[in-house]
């Protein structure tokens, strides 16, 4: 079956800009997250779903970082007054959480790559 | 707070060489250890996945234990092959309350031909 989608694979902003970034899970999977990648880094949580409800957004640098995923499946993470520190990869991932003897493997997109000029 | 190292952060062996890729974490409540591998410019694709109950997992060539108590699993690769060359990520879910994934920075493996 089809994977998890990320759109656009590529965005390049201005400095002051507000850029939205679309996840799509794959089908039926409860819980979605948002990492950051930085070059050269592992991923750093920065929010997660289950179903529409938003559990833990702990790791969102600051206010102007924003997601929501209003019923349940697709996601949008967005980025107000984008500034250069905010230029990464965006990576969506999913599971099927079938509870708390579940395998839960996470399932990763391709990644949006965010350039802040 | 959790933190996951990885050791070495790059290696390059020729191809037919078995390799061992280290993880550390500093909490030793995990929930479960995953092995995921990247390749440039794409997303990360899981490995294995191992539970805290369990002491390893075997996908092909590949295996992976987990010592909890002492905060370590390795990441064991057998006739390693050109293919294999890409950052091979580790991650921890802690035991309780988050699902999320606290990665190390990865190894970056280059197999020679």
């Known amino acids: 079956g089809a994977g998890v989608s990320q759109s656009p694979r590529y965005k390049v902003a201005k400095r002051g800009q507000d850029v939205a970034l679309r996840c799509d899970p794959i089908?039926?999977?409860?819980?979605l997250f948002w990492y950051q990648q930085a070059l050269g880094q592992g991923p750093e949580f920065l929010t997660y779903?289950?179903?529409?409800?938003?559990?833990?957004k702990s790791g969102l640098p600051s206010d102007r970082f924003f997601a929501e995923r209003p019923e349940g499946s697709v996601s949008t993470l967005k980025i107000q007054r984008t500034q250069q520190e905010d230029s990464a990869v965006y990576l969506c991932?999913?599971?099927?959480?079938?509870?708390?003897?579940?395998?839960?493997?996470?399932?990763f997109g391709p990644g949006t790559r965010l350039t802040v000029l | 707070k959790q933190e996951v190292t990885q050791i070495p952060a790059a290696l390059s062996v020729p191809e037919g060489e078995n390799l061992v890729l280290n993880c550390s974490f500093t909490?030793?409540?995990?929930?479960?250890l995953q092995w995921f591998r990247q390749d440039p410019g794409k997303g990360l694709t899981s490995l294995l996945l191992?539970?805290?109950?369990?002491r390893e997992q075997t996908s092909g060539r590949l295996n992976a234990s987990l010592d909890k108590s002492s905060g370590r699993s390795t990441l064991y690769i057998a006739a390693s092959q050109p293919g294999d060359s890409a950052t091979y990520l580790c991650?921890?879910?802690?035991?309780?309350?988050?699902?999320?994934?606290?990665f190390g920075k990865g190894t970056k493996l280059t197999v020679n031909p």
């Open positions: 909490d030793s409540a995990i929930y479960n």
């Open positions: 191992i539970q805290s109950s369990q």
């Open positions: 089908s039926g999977h409860v819980s």
């Open positions: 991650a921890v879910r802690r035991l309780g309350g988050s699902e999320k994934l606290v």
């Open positions: 779903f289950q179903n529409e409800a938003q559990l833990d």
């Open positions: 991932a999913s599971s099927q959480r079938r509870g708390l003897l579940g395998t839960d493997t996470q399932y």
